[in-house]
Every structure is written in structure tokens, then in C-alpha cells.
């Protein structure tokens, strides 16, 4: 499909029709029945800014907001205790173990000496341990800190065969798969994604993008294994240079997408969060600094809308599957857009949400993925 300029649509803004959100309700929060959409966020205190946890029920259009000692970048759930959640800063030595039911912060934790956090982890599929990326100070190579969940300390350390790994996430048969974003000057290391079967704590695969100016950052997997990767510029000097949106169908070569040419030029910086809509196959794509949201299919490695956004940011979906959500706008708000024909839904934004956070996480959806049987317990 071939966009001129005009059909990009300023969709939304932070002006737009919407409805305030709360902080109090007679109604239980936590129902899994309604979507509850988890992010971090900042606001304004006495002239500073305090960082914080958000809590969003969409439903009831109530917040819950946990203050917190940094930014939470990527947010996980126990899949032993729903209430648990884990947080973690982004290139950060700090992370921290909340209780949602008394919104408190049960344990501050830290990365292990001269390391920082990415910012990602995943917990193993028993909830025993959590794999921790991580990356040194001095040399910026990767490592995977594998912990003990009950006392957080690391039991062992994996490579992540590259540099500056950031986003993790582990498969159904156990695979640990990590994004390396870093360049060596010598170029020996470079971006990729590496696959680790962690049974055997062997390299599986090294994914490599076919365009060596991007960084191969963040990812996500369908359900068929078609993998997405959302990348942005090596080159961060130059504010010009468009993010990538990669698609690889099952085994066959990737391939970075490069038509239209009016929406790839408006891709500057990085391309952020990534959803799947697992029956339209279809993803969208986040572009900060561009101002725009794209929406691409993955069978035809095609764009399929983009939309104007001010500063689009996290995305995923809603329990019914009927539409994506998005964070947006330098005065934080959410939004939702039908699944079906991709269309913004005006009277849905809720604000001011708080959600400053690069990643929102729909606590009700990822229940039903790591404890289908345990939803309600």
C-alpha cells in the first residue's frame, strides 16, 4: 500500500475528547475480568519529580499510582503471585518487588557490582528464578543474571554473546532469546538477537539484521514464531536517521522494511513497543521521536496504516483482543484503536494517566499467558 503524505492523520491529542481518571472507586480494582494496564510513570511533587508505578483500570477509569525510587522501564509478573510485581530502570543499577493489593514496596533491589539492569527480565516458567539482562561498565558486555526469586541473589551468570543487551524474553520450550544492540569499533560485535536453550545453556541461533545501521533492539514473537523487531538508529548523533521495523516469517530470511518511502523517512529515532493481534496478523509499531504509530502486516511484510501520535510509547492489547492500546502524549493519556479496521477511538482516551513510561503491560491478558489456570486464585 502506497501512503502520500496526506494520509497521515493527526489522530489523536492530548485535547481531544476524553475522560479524566480517578483514584477511588467502591468497585474492586483488581478484577481480571477488566483490563489493567501497568506502566511506570513520573509526576511533579514540590518542584521535583517523583518516578512511580501506575496502575490504570481502563473499565472503571480509576489509577492506583505506587511511588517509586526510579523509572520503572519493563514490568513483571510473578507467575506464582499475580500481586507480585517486579520492576526494573532502564541502564540503571536498581529495580524493586511491589505488592499491588497494599501498593506498597515490599524489597528494593540492585543490579551486581559494576553492572547495570537494561531494564528487562524474565521470569522462568516455574517462577523460581528470574533471568535478569544486564551489561558491565567497563567493557558494556552482556550478561544474563540468573536469580534466585525469594532472595534475588544470583545463583549464575550467562553471556549474552554481544554488547549492550536490552530486551529479553523466554519461549514455551525454554528458550531464552536476547537482544545485543551494541557495535564494537572492530565490528566483531554486532547487533543481533542469540537464542539460548537454557537446558542445556547453549547458544541455538544468532539473528542478525539484514541492515547493519540499526541496533536490533526490542522484539516480539507470534504465536506461529514470525518474529518482529522494532530497532533504532546506531548512529544517535544524527537525529535525522529512521528506526527499523524488521519482520522474519517462521525460518525464512529477515527483512528490514523499506517501502513506502514517505513512511520510512518519517521514522526518526527508534522504533519502541511492538503488539500482535495474533488473528488479523498483523503488528503495531511505537516511533517516539517521529510522532507517529504504524501498523504493518507481518504475512505480507507490508505497511497497512500510520497514524499521527504525539509521542507514541507503550502498546498491547485488550482482554477481548478487539483493540490495541496505546500510552501517548507529552501530557500522558491512553487510547484505544479497533483491531479490526485500525481505527483510533476518540472517545476512549482516558487522561491524565501519569504514564510517562517507555512500556505498558496489560496485567488482566498476561494472567490468562502465565497462570491460565490460577486467574482468579
Not at 523509572?71 to 543499577?93: A, S
Request: glycine share 6%; hydrophobic share 35%.
Amino acid at each position: 500500500m502506497t501512503l502520500s503524505r496526506r494520509n497521515f492523520l493527526k489522530a489523536l491529542s492530548t485535547g481531544a475528547i476524553g475522560s479524566s481518571l480517578i483514584s477511588c472507586t467502591h468497585k474492586k480494582f483488581f478484577n481480571p475480568d477488566e483490563d489493567i494496564i501497568l506502566s511506570g510513570g513520573s509526576f511533579n511533587e514540590n518542584d521535583k519529580i517523583q518516578n512511580c508505578l501506575v496502575i490504570v483500570n481502563l473499565a472503571q477509569q480509576q489509577k492506583r499510582v505506587i511511588n517509586t525510587p526510579f523509572l520503572p522501564h519493563g514490568i513483571n509478573i510473578d507467575p506464582n503471585n499475580k500481586y507480585r510485581i517486579m520492576c526494573f530502570e532502564k541502564n540503571g543499577n536498581n529495580a524493586c518487588e511491589i505488592d499491588l493489593q497494599t501498593q506498597t514496596i515490599i524489597r528494593n533491589l540492585y543490579s551486581e557490582d559494576n553492572q547495570l539492569f537494561s531494564g528487562h527480565a524474565s521470569f522462568s516458567q516455574d517462577g523460581k528464578n528470574i533471568y535478569c539482562v544486564e551489561k558491565s561498565l567497563n567493557t558494556n558486555q552482556g550478561v544474563i543474571s540468573v536469580r534466585d526469586v525469594k532472595t534475588f541473589n544470583t545463583t549464575h551468570q550467562l553471556p549474552s554473546l554481544g554488547l549492550q543487551p536490552h530486551d529479553c524474553n523466554i519461549s514455551m520450550d525454554n528458550k531464552l532469546t536476547v537482544s545485543n544492540t551494541g557495535q564494537s569499533e572492530s565490528k566483531f560485535h554486532r547487533p543481533s538477537l542469540v537464542v539460548i536453550d537454557l537446558n542445556t545453556e547453549k547458544l541455538v541461533e544468532r539473528i542478525k539484521l539484514d541492515n547493519d545501521t540499526l541496533n536490533c533492539a526490542h522484539f516480539k514473537t507470534t504465536s506461529e514464531n514470525n518474529l518482529i523487531i522494532a530497532s533504532a538508529p546506531l548512529n544517535t548523533k544524527n537525529k535525522r536517521l529512521s528506526g527499523g521495523v524488521s519482520i522474519r516469517i517462521k525460518n525464512e530470511a529477515i527483512s528490514t522494511m523499506t517501502e513506502p518511502a514517505v513512511v520510512i523517512e518519517r521514522m526518526t529515532g527508534e522504533a519502541l513497543s511492538i503488539e500482535i493481534n495474533q488473528q488479523q496478523t498483523l503488528t503495531a509499531i511505537t516511533h517516539p521521536q517521529a510522532n507517529i504509530l504504524t501498523f504493518w502486516s507481518i504475512n505480507n511484510k507490508k505497511i497497512i496504516k500510520a497514524y499521527g501520535f504525539e509521542n507514541p510509547r507503550g502498546l498491547c492489547l485488550t482482554l477481548d483482543k478487539k483493540h490495541f492500546v496505546v500510552s501517548y502524549g507529552n501530557k500522558p493519556a491512553m487510547a484505544r484503536i479497533s483491531t479490526k479496521d485500525l481505527t483510533p477511538q476518540t472517545d476512549s482516551i482516558v487522561q491524565p494517566t501519569l504514564a510517562t513510561g517507555e512500556h505498558i503491560l496489560n496485567w488482566s491478558v498476561t494472567l490468562r499467558e502465565i497462570m491460565p489456570t490460577r486467574v482468579y486464585g
